[in-house]
């Protein structure tokens, strides 16, 4: 079998640091707030490039305190994808906002700028791009509308840790960055885990409390906030993966372009670059009007795939109060088509040309 995501492969390749980090962890028994989630914090911090790096229990916690950071709520709207994880709208709504749909982009399935500016309106309060399988969104014309506009900016970067675009990490281009360690992440723990960054001090020191049943001094509670620690063995773990990011980011693309490289021709379409920024490739999803066969053969031979994502956030029943007034005819086309191959960083030869020569059969 051929899964997506193979985890034990690289826990045994890092067995002996990580197993050494974690009795660590359990020999001193600061369990909660201690010293690798600070050092962590820093850690990431420095190689994002930015002043904070808050860590937090998920992903999804990341963009829920993001936004209560920067104070969203009932009667503002937020302008994000429909082609990505409910997470990154169901964050939205936790605010009392409202999350309005873009179309996206057909090449890069990130959130299309021009569809963004056309949403725009006078409650519009930020806009919410997702890095979507690990490819930044422009962030150079979102960061425009936003000056224009007097919008936040904040990134959902839960699939492109290491990903950057000019020079510049994701999660360092926008006012506040959202980070999932989710384990199946370019950079995952062995649990939930989730890490928020900001150039303001301001947003730090509010996040920070948030983070905290909104205490900074113990048993002093300035505000309500909410129960998101990242745990401190998580953090032991993702200070050891951290060192190996950089070659893992490798790896997936070398992944990526020697599938390109075999499907060159085969009718399918495969993940465009569009040179704007670095893909990390935390999936590999290509366009086939052939989908549903491929995977059929696939699953047959005992290959994983997947479709991310089949149905889109504007067509689910939770916005269903507002699906009748969206049109995002990319989105409901791309959501047909796509289909996502295995990749991970230490994914050999072998079962690439596997998996293409499957492909070549089907969509040739």
């Known amino acids: 079998m051929i899964p997506m995501v193979d985890l034990k492969t690289q826990y045994h390749r890092l067995k002996t640091e990580i197993d050494a980090a974690v009795a660590e962890v359990l020999e001193n028994t600061q369990f909660i707030l201690g010293p690798n989630v600070k050092a962590l914090e820093q850690e990431t911090a420095n190689y994002l490039g930015v002043q904070h790096a808050i860590g937090c229990a998920s992903g999804t916690d990341a963009l829920h305190l993001a936004l209560a950071a920067a104070d969203i709520g009932p009667g503002d709207e937020v302008i994000t994808t429909a082609f990505t994880f409910i997470a990154t709208a169901e964050a939205i709504a936790y605010t009392g906002a409202t999350p309005v749909f873009a179309d996206i982009d057909p090449e890069t399935f990130n959130i299309d700028p021009a569809k963004v500016e056309a949403a725009i309106t006078a409650r519009t309060r930020a806009i919410l791009p997702v890095h979507l399988f690990g490819q930044p969104a422009r962030m150079d014309l979102l960061g425009r509308l936003c000056e224009a506009h007097e919008l936040l900016l904040v990134e959902d970067c839960a699939q492109s840790f290491g ?19 989710f384990p199946s992440k370019n950079l995952g723990c062995y649990g939930d885990g989730g890490l928020i960054t900001t150039r303001s001090d301001s947003y730090a020191e509010r996040i920070l409390a948030l983070r905290n049943h909104g205490s900074q001094v113990r048993y002093h509670h300035d505000m309500i906030g909410y129960n998101s620690r990242l745990d401190e063995i998580q953090a032991a773990i993702l200070r050891i993966k951290l060192r190996h990011i950089d070659e893992f980011n490798r790896q997936r693309r070398r992944v990526a372009h020697r599938y390109n490289e075999l499907l060159r021709g085969s009718g399918v379409i495969t993940p465009r670059e569009d ?12 366009l086939s009007e052939h989908r549903d066969e491929i995977m059929k053969a696939l699953q047959a031979r005992q290959i994983a795939c997947a479709v991310y994502y089949p149905i889109p956030l504007h067509r689910q029943k939770a916005f269903a109060h507002q699906g009748d007034q969206v049109s995002l005819p990319v989105t409901d086309d791309v959501t047909a088509r796509c289909i996502s191959l295995p990749i991970y960083p230490e994914m050999p030869d072998e079962h690439i040309v596997t998996i293409t020569d499957v492909i070549r059969d089907v969509a040739g």
Do not use: K
């Open 163 to 181: 990903a950057d675009a000019q020079g510049t990490q994701t999660g360092a281009m926008g006012e506040l960055g959202c980070f999932s360690f």
């Open 275 to 286: 040179g704007y920024g670095r893909h990390v490739f935390h999936q590999y999803t290509l």
